[in-house]
């Protein structure tokens, strides 16, 4: 029994010991994982304090939706007193005694530098709801995450609605802290992208005295610019706004922006700020309208009054809605982390690490931050979607303040640009857009319902500051003198036509001449350069002989030109060819003639080949054959040639060669006859090109842009030679470009006109090379004057004024004819029939081509010998032997006619030969006639066999032996002649007999 009951008592005592565990583990299993979260707020601030409470609300909100989570998001919130030190020191006890595994904070820019550098050391994420500078980029850090928009998200917004209405000058004016700071970069770059700039920065302390304040407005007052984008806090802002209402700044002749900084805490603003800042608009982020929005503004109320009554009439703006989304990423983040065993390592550092870097490091941070990074829901403030640690942009509301409230009249978006309803009901309307039109109806500074222009005359009383530049010639345009009390006196076309502008404007516009030189009284600069200085500020206006240009243009406007111009090119005048002995060559260039010459004798060394062998007209002596090629080769040229052609491939060469020789006679005889008969004044250079190919020196004024367009037309920086006046001018010209001189000059037309009005019998003007817009006067881009002004030009070049006006200083000074439309006359040159001789010369080379095949082809046999005394020397010898003599087998040597004298003359023959030695008597006829046949040389004792091979017949018998002719009489010279002739007939026949022969045998 008593076993029992022990047995019975250690099953109870097991039993209950099992109930503890699995109870154990399931109240284990039930409690949630607590994850310390670091809160850093100012709780002075109205920012911070409305964060917090939405950041309760959205943690108990959040966890009372989903209680099956494991986590819960602990707050430990610390008080960062509205300065950076207690924001830093709340930071480190969070990370070095709490471990927090993430910090939501904090409020101000200014504060989170040090932080992110914090979390980055601890791995620790860092979560600003408002800190929106720029340059707390997500790159410095990977552990830093925006849960807001930085401020670089908006200046599209603000470039777009300048752009809309045409100013081209803003002046930011901007807190001097990180927060102002931030911001400047990307609105001056947004703005240039629209062809607006930033002539100056307007920075007012963070604690600026009203002093201070007023000080700054002072200088905006005094300044021609009257267009304002304020970013600061709303605190200071309200302050601004009431200073510049004292001063008058709130007038229709100013336009005031302000960013998001202001524009969504402005409920928050005291109302009487809010009602001198009538006609401001601003740009704030777009907030969907949703019914969890609208009543968790109800709830955000209750709780407001139960927790202050005070605060009821701060209404929740954009940064609690940011703080509410932070928090809902936060806790989906860290559930999606699974942090079960979140702690903190120790961290690798040295003993003589100081107590600031000895705190340890989140082994959760990694997986907490790349979590988080991936987090996307809808919250109040619309979708929650992160792009490399930020949010993505959504749409911008334009707003426009109307006492006591604001009104909505126009978004932005960066695909679309300015549009007047945010969903489209037109497909038409999806193009991008910045025009004003799409804007709703607009109040403006001073209660008006159209913009200012943006620039107006400073108001300070000072004159506008017109630069002049100063010129060393061409006075006419623009003159300045300096008098013994440094005063100037200005003075020339230019200006005289600036003044009767100025007097035409419909207001008066005082301003005083300044000249644009050095304190010695030389020229400052270029043209581009006095051009410059009203960029920079230095002038308000330029009049002068400046040229509207399209590279100017882009940091100046030009009004109307008031004188057309263009760059024209200056030459000597060319010597009177209709008075020059060598008139005759000038037709033709000397590349043709040079052509043209060896083309002829090309052509007579051609027919002389094709003609030797069959023509008795291109046979004979040496020299007799070499001037028949040059006789027959120009004979051609006049069409004058008597010799008769009987080769088909030489009658071919010579019908391509007539058609030649025709083109080139009468361009010749056109270009002559145009050359005598044309206008005696000529250029001698009417081509840039040609210029450029004899790499001549030109020249050009030095502060004109003339020489960078000379650049441009590939001249040699090395060759352009600057001048002043147009004494300097003619200096140059006269020498030449081979005596230290130049070729031509390029000037503007205007003072080329000038020019040539005191030399003109020496120079005249080609033809213009480019054309320009005209003389132009110079103001600051968006000028509002630029408008009246280019009206008064056309009212005053339309009047009398502005023919008296160049009477004055230009007409009356030009006293010789226009010689720009001269006619030029150019020599031709082998360009124009490079074509013709090149088909020319192709035939040639293929018809010599055709009759070297065919002579080859003839005496194969004497190149196809193989003995071995016949060496290429002996064979390339007989060949030329071959071609010096007759082609007996060619028609020209079968005329029947010379065959009837042989046999006429046979008889004669064989008598004479009686009166021979005796020892000739027994030669029979035609053994005599064979052996007296002559050679293609002279007649003489002597004479070779017709073969060749080295076999002589004495025709007159021995020296000694010989006897006297008792045939000899006083007509015995005319005999001979006879019969040489007739023997040479039969030399012929019988030569072409013993040819065959021997050609058998071989």
Known sequence: MKQKSIQIAIFNALFYFFVCIITRMVLAEATPIAVRVGVILDRGDYVGEMGLNCISMALSDFYDKNRHYKTRLVLNVRDSKANVVGAAAAALDLLKNVEVQAIIGPIFSTQANFLIALGEKAQVPIITFSATSPSLSSIRSSYFFRANLDDSSQVQAIAGIVQAFGWRKVVPIYEDNEFGQGIVPYLTDALEQVN??????????????????????????????????????????????????????????????????????????????????????????????????????????????????????????????????????????????????????MADVSRNTTDLEAFRVSNAGPKLIQALSGTTFRGLSGNFRSDDGRLRSPPYEIVNVVSPAVRVVGYWRKAYG???????TDDNAKKYSTSKFNLGSTIWPGDKTSPSKGWVIPTNGKKLKVGVPVK????????????????????????????????????????????????????????????????????????????????????????????????????????????????????????????????????????????????????????????????????????????????????????????????????????????????????????????????????????SFVVEYLKMMNFNESRIVKFDSAEEMDRLLSKGS???GIAAAFHEIPYIKLFLSKYCSKYIMVDPMYKADGFGFVFPIGSPLVRDVSRAILNVTESKKMVEIERKWLSGKTNCQDPSALNSQKSLGLRSFWGLFLIVGIIEILVFIIYVVMFLREHWHVVKRSDPESTIRKKMTELFQRFDNRDLSSHTFKNSRLTERDNKSRDDCVGMSMYSSPQNHNLSPSSFVLASLPTNDPPSPIFSSPRGHGHTTNFQGDQGNSVENPMANKQGEASTTKDQEIVLAIQNENDQTISTSTQTGN
């Open 738 to 740: 081979g005596n230290g």
């Open 418 to 424: 300015i549009t007047r309803k945010l969903k489209f």
């Open 472 to 703: 060393m010639g061409f006075t006419e345009f623009v003159s300045v003198n300096w008098n013994a009390d440094n005063s100037t006196i200005v003075e020339g076309y230019c200006v005289e036509v600036f003044d009767a502008v100025m007097a035409a404007l419909p207001y008066g516009v005082p301003y005083e001449y300044v000249p644009f030189a050095t304190p010695d009284h030389k020229r400052a600069g270029t043209y581009n350069d006095l051009t410059y200085q009203v960029y920079l500020g230095n002038y308000d206006v330029v009049a002068g002989d400046v040229t509207i240009s399209a590279n100017r243009s882009q940091y100046v406007d030009f009004t109307l030109p008031y004188l057309a111009t263009g760059v024209s090119m200056v030459v000597p005048i060319k010597e009177d060819m209709s008075n020059n002995a060598w008139v005759f060559v000038t037709p033709l260039t000397k590349e043709l003639w040079l052509t043209s010459f060896c083309s002829f004798v090309f052509i007579g060394s051609l027919i002389w080949i094709l003609e030797h062998r069959i023509n008795e007209d291109f046979r004979g002596p040496p020299w007799h054959q070499v001037g028949m090629i040059f006789w027959f080769a120009f004979s051609t040229m006049v069409f004058s040639h008597k010799e008769r052609v009987i080769s088909n491939l030489a009658r071919f060469v010579l019908i391509i060669w007539f058609l030649v020789v025709l083109i080139l006679t009468q361009s010749y005889t056109a270009s002559l006859a145009s050359m005598l008969t044309v206008q005696k004044l000529q250029p001698k250079v009417t081509d840039i090109n040609v210029l450029l190919e004899n790499k001549d020196y030109v020249g050009c004024s030095k502060a």
């Open 196 to 345: 607006a700039r930033v002539p100056y920065r307007s920075v007012v302390p963070s604690v600026a005295t009203d002093s201070q304040i007023l000080t700054e407005l002072h200088k905006l007052m005094t300044m021609p610019t009257r267009v304002f984008v304020v970013h600061m806090r709303a605190t200071l802002g309200s302050r601004l706004f009431l200073k510049a209402e004292q001063f008058g700044m709130m007038s229709e002749d100013y336009v005031w922006i302000i960013t998001d900084g202001m524009a969504n805490e402005i409920d928050s603003m005291d109302p009487s700020a809010i009602e001198v800042m009538l006609g401001v608009i601003g740009v704030q982020p777009h907030i969907p309208k949703t019914k969890e929005l609208e009543n968790f503004k109800i709830r955000y109320k209750i709780r407001l009054q139960q927790n202050n009554p005070i605060a009821l009439s701060q209404e929740l703006n954009i940064f609690g809605l940011w703080a509410y989304d932070s928090a809902i990423a936060l806790a989906m983040a860290a559930e999606k982390a699974l942090l079960t065993n979140a702690t903190f390592d």
